[in-house]
């Protein structure tokens, strides 16, 4: 499984992997029991955890950069049910994390995570785009067709101006006449 298919779901406990997506909503798979199922975009939102942040006191992080802290972290993971050792845990994890608007109930959804994910054997990790190759080859054809000498002369096609419609003029305002009394 890869990271960039694990998602989650609003009103919806734990992980999903996305199996395929709908114009009505997308068919999931449950990381905790396997289950495959249909499941609603117009009753629930999805979140892919590469698109999630954390507030931190500079900029904001994303999960994966938490998760990558608590994976090499040496501490042990407290349980997910209590608020107090999952922050205290936190704040040696990852201790630039802002825990005035971090809540308590998130950090226990990113401990939570970090089990399913590591009970799947999930590699955390972000999946790079071939954008590297898409950059360099434009790149690549701009020289060879910059170097290669023209010997054909172009024709240019020469073609009618476009003739635009004429501004419709507007009308004045009507003029009133408050001198002449009104015709009854």
Do not use: C
Not at 51 to 75: F, G, P
Not at 100 to 121: H, P
């Amino acid at each position: 499984m890869e990271y960039n298919r694990m998602i989650a779901i609003s009103g919806m406990p734990g992980l999903f992997e996305l199996v395929s997506s709908k114009n009505e909503g997308a068919v999931v798979k449950s990381l905790e029991d396997q289950t495959v199922k249909f499941v609603s975009s117009r009753v629930h939102n999805f979140s892919h955890l590469e698109s999630i942040e954390i507030y931190t006191t500079q900029d904001n992080v994303n999960l994966i950069d938490v998760l990558k802290a608590m994976e090499a972290s040496s501490e042990a993971l407290p349980a997910d049910k209590d608020g107090a050792a999952v922050k205290a845990y936190m704040e040696k994890v990852y201790p630039d994390m802002d825990f005035e608007r971090v809540y308590s109930s998130d950090m226990k959804k990113m401990v939570k995570w970090y089990n399913i994910l590591k009970a799947n054997e999930v590699e955390i990790k972000i999946t790079e785009t071939p954008a590297e190759e898409e950059e360099t080859q434009p790149e690549a054809e701009a020289e060879v067709i910059a170097t290669e000498p023209i010997t054909e002369t172009a024709e240019v096609e020469e073609t009618a101006p476009v003739k635009k419609a004429p501004k419709k003029k507007k009308a004045p305002p009507a003029e009133l006449d408050f001198d002449t009394p009104a015709a009854q």
